[in-house]
């Protein structure tokens, strides 16, 4: 049997991260239980919605989550943490922007890409350019918070 998984992101700006991740995978920002969001921004809906239970939670004890609008692709939770990334992931996203394209066309719509990140705030770190048989080519970034991951 096969099992679902969640993925976890330490970090500092959980609503900032999950905006930027939101965007980068086509993902929606989940409301509380119960609550229609209309044009009403998540992040705000859940502030009344823990207001109203009586919650009070500070900056440490915020969190965030992101969900794949079909219900096909993992949940990607945020959750603060008080320490700094300081070495790259042990582990990393593999973003597909460019199935089905090869070469030069591949690679276009991978720096298109890029560029459409980079201005919701991730970091361009690096390119590898094809090198068939083996190597189709991608794009190496990091997010807001510094988390390495590839366009490919």
């Known amino acids: 049997m096969s099992r679902r998984v969640q993925v976890t992101f330490d970090c500092h700006d959980p609503v900032k991260t999950a905006r930027f991740w939101a965007s980068a995978l086509g993902y929606i920002i989940p409301g509380p239980p119960g609550v229609e969001l209309g044009d009403d921004d998540p992040f705000d809906a859940w502030k009344a919605f823990i207001a109203e239970l009586g919650i009070e939670l500070g900056p440490e004890n915020m969190r965030a989550a992101i969900e794949d609008p079909e219900g096909i692709g993992p949940r990607l939770f945020f959750q603060t943490v008080p320490e700094d990334k300081t070495v ?38 690096r390119r590898v350019d094809p090198d068939p048989p083996m190597e189709q080519g991608f794009i190496i970034m990091a997010d807001p918070e510094g988390n390495e991951f590839c366009l490919d």
């Open 88 to 125: 790259k992931n042990r582990i990393h996203l593999d973003v597909r922007s460019a199935p089905g394209l090869e070469g030069e066309e591949r690679m276009e719509a991978l720096e298109a890409e890029c560029v459409r990140l980079s201005e919701l705030g991730g970091h361009r770190l």
